[in-house]
Nanobody, 124 residues
Framework: QVQLVESGGGLVQAGGSLRLSCAAS????????MAWFRQGSGKEREFVAA????????NYADSVKGRFTISRDNGKNTVYLQMSSLKPEDTAVYYC?????????????????WGQGTQVTVSS
């Protein structure tokens, strides 16, 4: 069993930056592919970024490429999402997710574990 706890959300002006963190419990974090998804008000949950267990493979949604960076520190059981050049349309609840295995996945149905989410609000 893995528990995920996100932090780092908040209110930021357009053009600003935030770094989200997701702390994982358990000793198998280094074997888990991790991802960030987001869900805006009244919208479906959508893929943002994913990283493989080794950290060598990364994947991004087109809407965040060049602005967001996903990374992980397996020694700290933590995955990060560095968000820059934020836009009002990035406003959403951001969720951390994980699943076991060496691959990289970008659909929510492929992930087994989810955090409770952290709110990011970008003002114009």
């Amino acid at each position: 069993q893995v528990q995920l706890v996100e932090s780092g959300g908040g209110l930021v002006q357009a053009g600003g930056s935030l770094r989200l963190s997701c702390a994982a419990s358990g000793r198998t974090f280094s074997r888990f592919g991790m991802a960030w998804f987001r869900q805006g008000s009244g919208k479906e949950r959508e893929f943002v970024a994913a990283i493989s267990a080794s950290g060598l493979s990364r994947n991004y949604a087109d809407s965040v490429k060049g602005r967001f960076t996903i990374s992980r520190d397996n020694g700290k059981n933590t995955v990060y999402l560095q968000m820059s050049s934020l836009k009002p349309e990035d406003t959403a609840v951001y969720y951390c997710s994980g699943r076991g295995g060496p691959g990289i996945w970008s659909t929510k149905d492929e992930y087994d574990y989810w955090g409770q989410g952290t709110q990011v609000t970008v003002s114009s």
